[in-house]
């Protein structure tokens, strides 16, 4: 009995070694796990937090740069337009006064009294320039009222320029008499009308003057 008593303690003496040591090895893993993942989780977030809020800084000043880069050249944009604009409308305004300038120009010529040159030309002492209308170069002119015209006699034969027609004669409103070659008359017309003229030694030479 002694023997078998002693076996039973001994026995029971060994399980309860093999609980406590379990236990002790479910607390130490209770234990150890706490400890173990809070580093983990704290060591691996934190770094990915910081990441991603570094790079949505770095993205939103991206794009902070990129709109006023924009505006900027948009801004740019504008002013070169304004600026273009300006010029064209000065280039048009300066255009304008240079057309106004110059019609003034034109209208204060044309008022102003001139003088017109009509030729007298060479061969025409022989019968032949009426047949092309051609014994004074121009044959027929307007000019206005105050106009002067002179008659250039770049023949060498002698001409007259006298008022009238061949078949009516002289009308007595101007009259060159003899002009010799290289000679020349001038006459201001200060009325309107037409006025035809001939030349007395050679009847085959007309011409006419319009007078505004
Ligand atoms: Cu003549």
Request: proline share 5%; aromatic share 6%.
């Amino acid at each position: 009995m002694a023997s078998i008593d002693k076996a039973a303690i001994g026995i029971a003496v060994a399980i309860t070694a093999i609980f406590l040591v379990i236990a002790a090895g479910m607390d130490a893993a209770q234990n150890a796990a706490p400890t173990i993942s809070k580093p983990v989780i704290s060591k691996t977030i934190e770094p990915e937090v910081q990441a991603e809020s570094t790079n949505v800084d770095t993205d939103l000043i991206a794009r902070q740069n990129a709109a006023e880069k924009a505006a900027a050249e948009a801004a740019a944009e504008k002013a070169a337009a304004e600026a273009a604009a300006e010029k064209a409308a000065a280039e048009a305004a300066a255009e304008k006064a240079a057309a106004e300038a110059a019609a003034e120009k034109a209208a204060a010529e044309a008022a102003a009294p001139k003088t017109v040159i009509v030729d007298i030309p060479v061969g025409t002492a022989v019968p032949g320039c009426e047949e092309t209308d051609e014994c004074f170069l121009p044959p027929h002119i307007t000019i206005n009222a105050g106009d002067t015209v002179e008659w250039a006699n770049i023949d060498t034969a002698a001409h007259t320029v006298t008022g009238g027609t061949p078949a009516d004669g002289p009308s007595g409103v101007f009259d060159s008499s003899l002009l010799m070659g290289s000679g020349s008359y001038a006459f201001t017309f200060d009325e309107a009308g037409s006025y035809d003229y001939f030349c007395m030694v050679h009847p085959w030479m007309v011409g006419s003057v319009s007078v505004n």
